[in-house]
């Protein structure tokens, strides 16, 4: 079957890894079966740079940083392709222009607005296996751009999305679990997981595979398929799908997820006029900062507070833009570090009543305090201290059998 | 005055040695005045990236490689691009391909077809400095592209001539002597050299520029200026230019140039119709091997010998060629390995008759045998024994006092 490989950098950090990464493409692919490869850089090499460039600046330009970063993936396609020739699978690497990926100009964050995938289909019709270089593209006035944190996986979709083809996506991973195996090593594994369950436990902090990415995926039914690099057995990876192609079982919570460096914002005495809230959002918006748990409260006449999460380094970026804004700086801001937020979240959960209370309740008999709450359709998330996580998601696991 | 200025790889091969040129071209940018920058791949990254490629196959995919080796010149011009930025130059990286470099698709030796310098010019008249990847551009179907050795070089002459700028070309040596100062160290500096001489000293041997990189400035009557990265007194570097900026001095040879890797090959006993002849040198044209001292004699009816050298390695890959050709592989071929080129040369020598006799008879009371010879209008070239080079040079150089 026609599929998208996309092998991650961890897999191809050296020559030797390459070449194994090479030949389980070649010993895999069956005759008549088409297939695309997207690569990220090798090993640390995205580090690497960043780290070169940091020696000269610690204000990196950010047109520049692209146009640096992207050689990491440009040379992993070309050694990938040169190991996959080597084997006789004839094999061409492409950058992410040459494989028609049109971006906006926001540089280390950019967003995918079109694909020409013609020479891509062109290549393949030719019987040719493109290696494409993932994470980055081209914007309109042809400067490279990239595609930000977990941007070669959301090439691998992008192109199996345009091509109507499945994709998997290969790590040093084996599945996902039901959470971090680091911290419950009891943790079991998934064997499929629905996108919506998967976009939550991304955004919730599970590392493996960004939220666009999924996205993405969900949008164009696009199968997904996580397992680790040169295992053959399928049965051990995890397949993520539309709500239609499995069976909810009776299982309120399929995971939990979690994230460490969180940061939360309390603003108060807000006018609520609702400008100020949109003036906030612009902002973020500007930042391409990623929030989570937004709430907002009226206080007051006219009046309200709103708050919402963040990451650390996030948190940090905004904070310096709130100060030189006009219209916020005057606000008091308040700012609440050394916290990890945990997610509870599974397609079941909408309805099976009782889950945030038994969440509650078994908190409260850990003595663990908990502080912002914000629930979706398919998630509970709170935030708790920092040193009370392990505590916490061990016991979350234990009473929901994961 | 408007320039182009051209980095090589030992001058740029730390991000210390980046900042030091960076530092060089913001303390010597003229308020008004315009520059484009080009820049090689730092150091040894060129050599890397090639044996990376080597631990896969000895022999690496051309197109490959090319994708691989652009990576080089991308990651200096990034870097270049944030040095000169934190010195408050408003530099912008670009690869061959968005400064509008259109080559052949011969990979690692393609030719430039076309450029559109076009984004260029618009940086420039945006007051900004366009940071230019050498050696590099794209073929019209999309490929990246390498322009073979030199090819920085070339870069910036094509810019320059296409901008109508001078070109200044810096390196990690002073200036052209009139032979290496390695084998005669009393070898004097040369400020000035026309076009030719320079064609001939490198097509010749001398490393610093390629023959093609002069040839263009050549037509295109760009001044040339070969000087130390850092230096700022120019009287210490030479510049290359036409015969009529020059007053030719009475001096009927400007330097003499050699060349260590030389391979003779005799072919006898050809056909004397034209066609066998034309489909070696097709054969040639075709492998892009370079080759000098072409000389056929009619050695009989319908009979001649053809004699022509090259360097060792283009020697190899043209034997293998010759075994693998239906007409060429029945021929008596002899290859002669070994020897040295040595090649007398400046634009005096066509008004000044004797220096040919003068060569011939410094070498015999020297007891050093020479083989093949040939001349051009400005130039005189033997073929000696590897072992008797120096001695040869040394004895010409005093003989010519150069």
Same mark, same amino acid.
């Given at each position: 079957?026609?599929?998208?490989?996309?092998?991650?950098?961890?897999?191809?950090?050296?020559?030797?890894?390459?070449?194994?990464?090479?030949?389980?493409?070649?010993?895999?692919?069956?005759?008549?079966?088409?297939?695309?490869?997207?690569?990220?850089?090798?090993?640390?090499?995205?580090?690497?740079?960043?780290?070169?460039?940091?020696?000269?600046?610690?204000?990196?330009?950010?047109?520049?940083?692209?146009?640096?970063?992207?050689?990491?993936?440009?040379?992993?396609?070309?050694?990938?392709?040169?190991?996959?020739?080597?084997?006789?699978?004839?094999?061409?690497?492409?950058?992410?222009?040459?494989?028609?990926?049109?971006?906006?100009?926001?540089?280390?964050?950019?967003?995918?607005?079109?694909?020409?995938?013609?020479?891509?289909?062109?290549?393949?019709?030719?019987?040719?296996?493109?290696?494409?270089?993932?994470?980055?593209?081209?914007?309109?006035?042809?400067?490279?751009?990239?595609?930000?944190?977990?941007?070669?996986?959301?090439?691998?979709?992008?192109?199996?999305?345009?091509?109507?083809?499945?994709?998997?996506? /290969?790590?040093?991973?084996?599945?996902?679990?039901?959470?971090?195996?680091?911290?419950?090593?009891?943790?079991?594994?998934?064997?499929?997981?629905?996108?919506?369950?998967?976009?939550?436990?991304?955004?919730?902090?599970?590392?493996?595979?960004?939220?666009?990415?999924?996205?993405?995926?969900?949008?164009?039914?696009?199968?997904?398929?996580?397992?680790?690099?040169?295992?053959?057995?399928?049965?051990?990876?995890?397949?993520?799908?539309?709500?239609?192609?499995?069976?909810?079982?009776?299982?309120?919570?399929?995971?939990?997820?979690?994230?460490?460096?969180?940061?939360?914002?309390?603003?108060?005495?807000?006018?609520?006029?609702?400008?100020?809230?949109?003036?906030?959002?612009?902002?973020?918006?500007?930042?391409?900062?990623?929030?989570?748990?937004?709430?907002?409260?009226?206080?007051?006449?006219?009046?309200?507070?709103?708050?919402?999460?963040?990451?650390?380094?996030?948190?940090?970026?905004?904070?310096?833009?709130?100060?030189?804004?006009?219209?916020?700086?005057?606000?008091?801001?308040?700012?609440?570090?050394?916290?990890?937020?945990?997610?509870?979240?599974?397609?079941?959960?909408?309805?099976?009543?009782?889950?945030?209370?038994?969440?509650?309740?078994?908190?409260?008999?850990?003595?663990?305090? /908990? /502080?912002?709450?914000?629930?979706?359709?398919?998630?509970?998330?709170?935030?708790?201290?920092?040193?009370?996580?392990?505590?916490?998601?061990?016991?979350?696991?234990?009473?929901?059998?994961?």
């Amino acid at each position: 079957m026609n599929v998208v490989q996309k092998y991650g950098g961890t897999s191809l950090e050296t020559i030797e890894k390459i070449q194994a990464v090479a030949k389980h493409i070649a010993d895999n692919k069956k005759p008549g079966e088409d297939i695309v490869i997207v690569a990220s850089a090798m090993g640390k090499t995205t580090d690497q740079l960043i780290s070169l460039a940091k020696q000269i600046t610690e204000d990196v330009p950010k047109r520049e940083l692209d146009a640096l970063l992207a050689t990491g993936e440009q040379q992993t396609v070309a050694l990938l392709a040169i190991a996959l020739q080597e084997l006789g699978i004839d094999a061409v690497s492409m950058t992410g222009f040459q494989s028609g990926f049109v971006t906006t100009d926001f540089h280390t964050k950019a967003r995918i607005k079109e694909i020409n995938t013609e020479r891509v289909e062109q290549l393949i019709e030719e019987g040719k296996v493109p290696v494409v270089a993932g994470f980055q593209g081209m914007s309109e006035n042809g400067d490279i751009t990239t595609l930000g944190r977990g941007g070669s996986d959301l090439t691998a979709v992008a192109i199996a999305a345009h091509l109507g083809w499945d994709c998997e996506i /290969y790590t040093d991973v084996d599945s996902l679990h039901t959470t971090d195996p680091r911290v419950y090593p009891e943790a079991k594994q998934l064997h499929r997981i629905t996108y919506e369950e998967m976009m939550e436990m991304s955004s919730l902090g599970a590392e493996i595979l960004e939220t666009r990415s999924v996205e993405l995926a969900k949008k164009y039914n696009v199968k997904l398929f996580l397992g680790r690099t040169l295992e053959n057995d399928k049965s051990r990876g995890t397949y993520i799908m539309s709500n239609n192609n499995l069976l909810v079982e009776d299982m309120p919570v399929t995971g939990i997820s979690f994230q460490d460096d969180c940061t939360i914002f309390n603003i108060k005495g807000v006018k609520n006029d609702g400008k100020t809230v949109a003036d906030l959002f612009n902002l973020l918006g500007e930042l391409n900062i990623n929030v989570d748990m937004i709430s907002q409260q009226i206080t007051g006449k006219n009046e309200c507070s709103v708050s919402f999460s963040c990451t650390i380094s996030q948190g940090n970026e905004l904070s310096s833009a709130i100060q030189t804004n006009s219209v916020l700086s005057g606000l008091a801001i308040e700012k609440q570090d050394g916290l990890a937020m945990i997610s509870l979240v599974g397609v079941g959960m909408a309805t099976h009543s009782g889950v945030a209370s038994k969440v509650f309740s078994i908190l409260a008999t850990e003595q663990i305090p /908990y /502080y912002q709450i914000t629930t979706s359709e398919i998630s509970i998330s709170v935030t708790v201290d920092l040193e009370k996580k392990v505590k916490a998601v061990i016991a979350l696991c234990e009473a929901f059998g994961l």
